[in-house]
């Protein structure tokens, strides 16, 4: 994984999740690990931030058992292009389990969509 993708969504993903905070104030804290960070919330609830520039490294049974654990959801943020989206349709079984991740593909050179979501619902 090259490094400046990494350092690069990682720093998109840090002023995504405070800008998406300023009206809810909902973040106590923010700790940077090696995958990512966590955000510790006021109210006790926690949140996984994984930053993959390749989905293909990705388990999906890893992100939906941390993201199972009470009070944890799990936030991960790929770049958005053809790989990570077939990678995302080879686990989607094991990711759709988690009803507490959110992915996030992020297409930082584009003039009009730099992001768009997918939720998992049951």
Known sequence: MPVEAFGGLKNWALRYVRHRDLPLKKI???KETDFG???ANNDGTSTICLIKPD???LNGE???GSAAVEGKSALI???SNKENIQAVYSMWEALAASHNLV???VNPFSVSEEKW???PLL
Request: proline share 0%; aromatic share 10%.
């Open 28 to 30: 106590a804290e923010i």
């Open 37 to 39: 960070f966590v955000m």
């Open 55 to 57: 989905l293909k490294e």
């Open 62 to 64: 890893l992100v939906s």
């Open 77 to 79: 943020v790929a770049l």
């Open 103 to 105: 992915i996030v593909f």
């Open 117 to 119: 979501v997918l939720k």
